[in-house]
């Protein structure tokens, strides 16, 4: 789970044991509203590290058990929101070897870039 600097973004990661997705939502002063849909990028527990800029419209999420052809190497894949939808940020960054598990932990800049 990572909050924006003011606390009223809020992304957290759901990977349940199986693809996994983070899902992100700002406060309006009543209730929280889930800002886009559902972010997911494969397989391999996606969200189990999140982090968000200070604005909240830059995340990053972690796929710790994410498998190319190589086991478990894990991924990050980070999106910015536009306005209206999620879109990838680059491309993703995968680990290099066998368990690496890539994406445990996360920590982005304040910015988000």
């Known amino acids: 789970m990572a909050l924006s600097a003011t606390g009223h973004t809020l992304a957290m990661g759901a990977p349940d044991g199986g693809a996994g997705i983070i899902q992100v939502f700002h406060f309006d002063g009543m209730v929280w509203n889930q800002v886009g849909g559902d972010l997911s990028a494969g397989g391999g527990r996606m969200g189990s590290a999140v982090a968000l800029s200070a604005d909240g419209v830059v995340v990053a999420g972690g796929e ?37 598990f890539l994406g445990t932990a996360l920590a982005i800049s304040a910015d988000g870039l």
């Open 64 to 100: 710790e058990l994410h498998s190319s052809t190589i086991a478990n190497v894990g991924r990050v894949t980070v999106w910015r929101f536009d306005g209206q939808q999620w879109a990838r940020l680059g491309g993703d960054v995968e680990g290099r070897d066998d368990y690496e």
